[in-house]
Nanobody, 124 residues
């Protein structure tokens, strides 16, 4: 497993942007398929975005397509989530996740390493 630490969350207004970062430990970051999920109070953890090992392909949940962008910098052991045109319904704790393969990449069960989460709150 890999250790993950998210940062960049905060309180913003609707229409604003935020960039989340997820720093991974170790020297094998490029061997991990990375994902972002979010969980709002009383709701299940929801898939947000995922990116392949070298960033060649990206995937997005329907609710964030066209607004969020996932990227990674393997030299910095970091994956990013650029969030634009934020809406109040984007309010949630955002989690970074990692796994060595891409099986079930849109489901929480598809990842075996998780960060502690970072809160994003969007006011209307």
């Amino acid at each position: 497993q890999v250790q993950l630490v998210e940062s960049g969350g905060g309180l913003v207004q609707a229409g604003d942007s935020l960039r989340l970062s997820c720093q991974a430990s170790g020297r094998t970051f490029s061997t991990y398929f990375m994902g972002w999920f979010r969980q709002a109070p009383g709701k299940e953890r929801e898939f947000v975005a995922a990116i392949t090992w070298r960033g060649g392909a990206t995937y997005y949940g329907d609710s964030v397509k066209g607004r969020f962008t996932i990227s990674r910098d393997n030299a910095k052991n970091t994956v990013y989530l650029q969030m634009n045109s934020l809406k109040p319904e984007d309010t949630a704790v955002y989690y970074c996740a990692a796994d060595r393969d891409r099986s079930n990449w849109s489901r929480p069960t598809g990842y075996d390493s998780w960060g502690q989460g970072t809160q994003v709150t969007v006011s209307s």
